[in-house]
Nanobody, 123 residues
Framework: QVSLVESGGGLAPTGSSLRLSCVASGRTFSSDSMGWFRQAPGKEREAVAGISRDGVHTYYADSVKGRFTISRDNAKQTVELQMSRLEPGDTAVYYC????????????????WGPGTQVSVSS
């Protein structure tokens, strides 16, 4: 069992930056692929970024490539999402999630996730 808590969300103007952090507790997630996904009202859940369990491989949705960076520190049990050049389309609740025993998972069907943090980008 892994429990996740996200932080760092808030209201930001277009073009600014935010850093989201996800802190895990419980069993180690070092054997799990981790990622971030988001969901806006009335929209489908979207995978934003993923990272392999060893941190070597990363994935980004086309909409955020070149703007977002995902990283992880298995020793500290943390996952971060550095968001830059924010756009109104980035407005959503962002969730950190894990895929158990997966080396590198690309998708939005995570086995566990945190409660989310709201990111609102003004237009």
């Amino acid at each position: 069992q892994v429990s996740l808590v996200e932080s760092g969300g808030g209201l930001a103007p277009t073009g600014s930056s935010l850093r989201l952090s996800c802190v895990a507790s419980g069993r180690t997630f070092s054997s799990d692929s981790m990622g971030w996904f988001r969901q806006a009202p009335g929209k489908e859940r979207e995978a934003v970024a993923g990272i392999s369990r060893d941190g070597v491989h990363t994935y980004y949705a086309d909409s955020v490539k070149g703007r977002f960076t995902i990283s992880r520190d298995n020793a500290k049990q943390t996952v971060e999402l550095q968001m830059s050049r924010l756009e109104p389309g980035d407005t959503a609740v962002y969730y950190c999630g894990g895929k158990s025993s997966a080396y590198y998972y690309i998708g939005s069907d995570y086995d566990y996730w945190g409660p989310g943090t709201q990111v609102s980008v003004s237009s």
